[in-house]
């Protein structure tokens, strides 16, 4: 694959030509990338496609198998390229700055903590949050974090000594690849009541009502959320495998687990990581009781 050929134009333009595969019709066809001021452009040896850039609504990257590819939202289209890894990080940088969305001027420490454990040597940033229609964003020149609304399981406003300072602060919490991830954000009163206000609404889909899992369910959604296998919760708890397996498929159904592994081995959605940070508000020795047994 050859690496991105990138050209700055007389008036500061951007414009990136590369390499890449793009997939349609249940197959990968090879082409090339364009990437211009105002379009992107696919061309390959079955035609081409153009697309205006304010017109992307989000980009991911996702993985199917070995295949690492980014996913980019055009209203009703989405596109689907193999970029080469050289060539990826310019394209996706300059990418998430033509997003469609409302962007707003912030600090962010990201990530402040993941799994529970507080990250070293993370700095204070300067940069944008975007508001997407399907991603809430973080955007620097080096940061470029995403966080879909699905993801997001918490939002709540903290103190931090900033600076020998106590500051009032923004704490997003989002599960990333399994953990939950936190970040903060520093911004003037009427940004931040804007923020939450708007992440809170779109969390809200995530919060339990009145589903009605037992204690014993609950007990296994905390498990879970501490990183213990099936077979260990099984003696834990003195249940046989159908029997956690009927508590995980419950979980399943009300969309706080997923399936990650054939031997019913489940992890967390943010829904369910909710569920179990709500849970633990409401009997704070929940998660430690889980720890002592």
């Known amino acids: 694959m050859k690496r991105a ?16 595969y793009l997939y349609k019709s249940g197959e990968w066809i090879e082409g090339d990338l364009i990437v211009e001021s105002s379009r992107i ?6 035609g081409g496609i153009i697309y205006p850039l304010d017109n992307i609504e989000d980009l991911r990257m996702e993985k199917d198998g070995n295949k690492e590819y980014l996913t980019i939202d055009i209203g009703e289209d989405s596109l689907k390229l193999i970029i080469p890894k050289k060539s990826l990080s310019p394209i996706y940088r300059y990418l998430t700055f033509n997003i469609k969305f409302d962007k707003f001027l912030v600090y962010f420490l990201s990530p402040e903590s993941r799994g529970g454990v507080f990250s070293r ?10 508001i997407g229609k399907r ?11 995403r966080m879909g609304y699905d993801d997001i399981s918490v939002i709540e406003r903290d103190v931090r000594t900033i600076g020998e300072k106590e500051r009032t602060v923004l704490v997003v919490n989002h599960v990333d690849r399994g953990e939950v991830m ?51 919760i099984e003696s ?19 969309g706080l ?22 849970s633990a508000k ?8 889980i720890k002592e047994a």
């Open 121 to 130: 040597g993370v700095k204070w940033g300067r940069g944008f949050i975007g």
């Open 282 to 289: 409401k009997d704070s020795g929940l998660i430690d009781q």
């Open 41 to 46: 452009k696919i061309t390959t040896n079955r």
């Open 182 to 232: 936190t970040t903060l954000i520093l911004c003037p009163e009427t940004t931040m009541a804007l923020i939450d206000g708007y992440l809170t609404e779109l969390t809200d889909k995530y919060k339990i009502k009145g589903e009605g899992l037992s204690d014993i369910e609950k007990e296994v959604a905390t498990l879970v959320y501490s990183g213990i296998d099936s077979i260990t």
């Open 135 to 145: 991603a809430f964003w973080f955007l620097s020149r080096e940061k470029q974090l």
């Open 257 to 278: 687990a997923k399936v990650v592994k054939v031997r019913k081995e489940v992890e967390l959605t943010p829904k369910g990581v909710n569920f179990v940070r709500e």
């Open 5 to 20: 050929n990138i050209d700055k134009r007389k008036r500061g333009e951007l414009k990136v030509r590369s390499h890449a």
């Open 236 to 254: 834990m708890l003195g249940l046989d495998l159908d029997t956690l397996s009927g508590y995980c498929e419950k979980l399943e159904k009300f």
